[in-house]
């Protein structure tokens, strides 16, 4: 199946994208997603996407069809063909 993934902030300088779209398995989860897009951009990109160490979940919101995965099951929210899955890192600051 079919998803377009949205990149913003550092994320799109890794990528060298604003999106793409990727082919994943049927039944596929958001973690199966990052980890897909883990094992193409490398290092550099999992540092970003991975929790830092101690904690748990990831460092980013996500959001499905512009819906914010925590309110679908989070990392274990299923994907179907043709949603759009955006990857924003957070912004803090004080």
Do not use: C, W
């Not at 550099?44 to 101690?54: A, D, I, N, Q, T």
């Not at 925590?70 to 912004?91: E, F």
């Amino acid at each position: 199946m079919e998803i377009t993934v949205h990149y913003f902030t550092v994320l799109r300088k890794l990528t060298g994208k604003r999106h793409e779209k990727i082919d994943i398995k049927d039944k596929s989860t958001l973690e199966d997603m990052v980890a897909v897009l883990v094992e193409k951009y490398g290092e550099g990109f999992e540092r970003y996407v991975s929790p830092p160490k101690g904690k748990k979940g990831l460092q980013l919101v996500l959001l499905i069809n512009n819906k914010d995965s925590n309110q679908l099951n989070g990392l274990k929210a299923t994907l179907h063909d043709g949603d759009t899955v955006s990857l924003i890192l957070p912004i803090a600051g004080g």
